[in-house]
Nanobody, 124 residues
Framework: QVPLVESGGGLVQPGGSLRLSCAAS????????MGWFRQAPGKEREFVAT????????YYADSVKGRFTISRDNAKTTVYLQMNNLKPEDTAVYYC?????????????????WGQGTQVTVSS
């Protein structure tokens, strides 16, 4: 288990931007992939983005491709999710996750540790 703490959520108008951060501690941060997932009310948790351990490979859900950017700073043991052109349908609790592997795709079962989540609300 890797302790993960998300921050940066909030209320934003449609078309606005937010940057989420997830600070990790414990295990060697640069040894595993990281991901972001989200869960809207009444819906299952869904994949948003992943990044491999070195940051050289990223993967996005089609719904956020071109608007969201995942990145990581291994020196700061932090992963980020830059969200631009936000839409009301992006409203959800966003969760950071640490993978069991050096690279990971969209499967939730590839991830062993989860943060507590941060709320993102897109509304006018």
């Amino acid at each position: 288990q890797v302790p993960l703490v998300e921050s940066g959520g909030g209320l934003v108008q449609p078309g606005g931007s937010l940057r989420l951060s997830c600070a990790a501690s414990g295990r060697t941060f640069n040894g595993y992939a990281m991901g972001w997932f989200r869960q809207a009310p009444g819906k299952e948790r869904e994949f948003v983005a992943t990044i491999n351990r070195g940051g050289s490979s990223v993967y996005y859900a089609d719904s956020v491709k071109g608007r969201f950017t995942i990145s990581r700073d291994n020196a700061k043991t932090t992963v980020y999710l830059q969200m631009n052109n936000l839409k009301p349908e992006d409203t959800a609790v966003y969760y950071c996750a640490a993978s069991k592997y050096s690279s990971a795709g969209p499967r939730r079962t590839d991830f062993a540790s989860w943060g507590q989540g941060t709320q993102v609300t897109v509304s006018s």
